[in-house]
C-alpha cells in the first residue's frame, strides 16, 4: 500500500533564506511523486512531478525536489523564501502499476516573515 | 485554455438533504477526479471517471456517486447529508487518467456547509 508522510506540519522561515519540506513515502511500485500548492481559498497548483526520469526535478517559481529511493525520500526545497510562498504544501504519491488514485500528506504549512 | 470550473463555489445546505456539484474540466481531458478537503482528514480521494464510467473509487459510503457526460462534464451528489460532509470538494482533471504520469488540474473547489 502507498502512503505518504510529511514530516512537519508547520515551517517557518524569513525571508530570503532556504526553504525545507520534508516529506517521505511508502510504495509497492514505482511511485510518482509530486508537490501541490494550496493558496488560501484557492485550488490546487502543481509545483513539479516526478516520474522515474531524472531523480532532480524543478518545478515553478524556483523549486526543486530530489527523489531518493534509498531513502524513500523526495524532500521540496528553495534556495530563497519569498512572502508570496507561504501556503500550504501537499506531497503526493501515485502507484503506476496499481492505478490507483493520488495519496496526499497531510500538509506542511509554509509561515514566510518580513 | 480555460481552467478546471467549478460550481456553486458555495453551498449551505441542511442535515438530511441532498447536494449535487458540477465540475468542468479543461478542454480535452477526459478524466476526471473528486476529492474531499477536511481539516481532520486531509485531502481523500472519492472516485473518478473516464469515459463517462467510473474507473476507480475511494473509500467513502453510498451516499457519494458521480457521473460524467459525454462531453466530460461531471456530477457529484451527496445525499442525505451529515454535518462531517461539510468539507471543501475539490474536482481534477486530466488527460487520461493515468494518475500516475498524467499531471490532475485542480478547480478551486466547492465549499459545503452542512448545518
Known amino acids: 500500500a502507498q502512503s505518504v508522510t510529511q514530516l512537519d506540519s508547520h515551517v517557518s522561515v524569513s525571508e530570503g533564506t532556504p526553504v525545507l519540506l520534508r516529506c517521505n513515502y511508502s510504495?509497492?511500485?514505482?511511485?510518482?511523486l509530486f508537490w501541490y500548492v494550496q493558496h488560501p481559498n484557492k485550488g490546487l497548483q502543481l509545483l513539479l512531478k516526478?516520474?522515474?526520469?531524472?531523480?532532480l526535478v524543478k518545478g515553478i517559481n524556483g523549486f526543486e525536489a530530489e527523489f531518493k529511493k534509498s531513502e524513500t525520500s523526495f524532500h521540496l526545497t528553495k534556495p530563497s523564501a519569498h512572502m508570496s510562498d507561504a501556503a500550504e504544501y501537499f506531497c503526493?504519491?501515485?502507484?503506476?502499476?496499481?492505478?490507483?488514485?493520488?495519496?496526499f500528506g497531510k500538509g506542511t504549512t509554509l509561515s514566510v516573515s518580513s | 485554455k480555460a481552467g478546471v470550473t467549478q460550481t456553486p463555489r458555495y453551498l449551505i445546505k441542511t442535515r438530511g438533504q441532498q447536494v449535487t456539484l458540477s465540475c468542468s474540466p479543461i478542454?480535452?481531458?477526459?478524466?476526471v477526479s473528486w476529492y474531499q478537503q477536511t481539516p481532520g482528514q486531509g485531502l481523500q480521494f472519492l472516485f473518478e471517471?473516464?469515459?463517462?464510467?467510473?474507473?476507480n473509487k475511494g473509500n467513502f459510503p453510498g451516499r457519494f456517486s458521480g457521473r460524467q457526460f459525454s462531453n466530460s462534464r461531471s456530477e457529484m451528489n451527496v445525499s442525505t447529508l451529515e454535518l462531517g460532509d461539510s468539507a471543501l470538494y475539490l474536482c481534477?482533471?486530466?488527460?487520461?487518467?493515468?494518475?500516475?504520469?498524467?499531471?490532475?488540474?485542480f478547480g478551486p473547489g466547492t465549499r459545503l456547509t452542512v448545518l
Open positions: 481534477a482533471s486530466s488527460v487520461s487518467g493515468s494518475h500516475s504520469t498524467d499531471t490532475q488540474y
Open positions: 510504495s509497492s511500485y514505482s511511485p510518482s
Open positions: 516526478y516520474t522515474s526520469a531524472a531523480t
Open positions: 503526493v504519491v501515485s502507484e503506476r502499476q496499481a492505478g490507483t488514485a493520488l495519496i
Open positions: 478542454s480535452g481531458h477526459r478524466s
Open positions: 471517471y473516464f469515459s463517462e464510467t467510473q474507473r
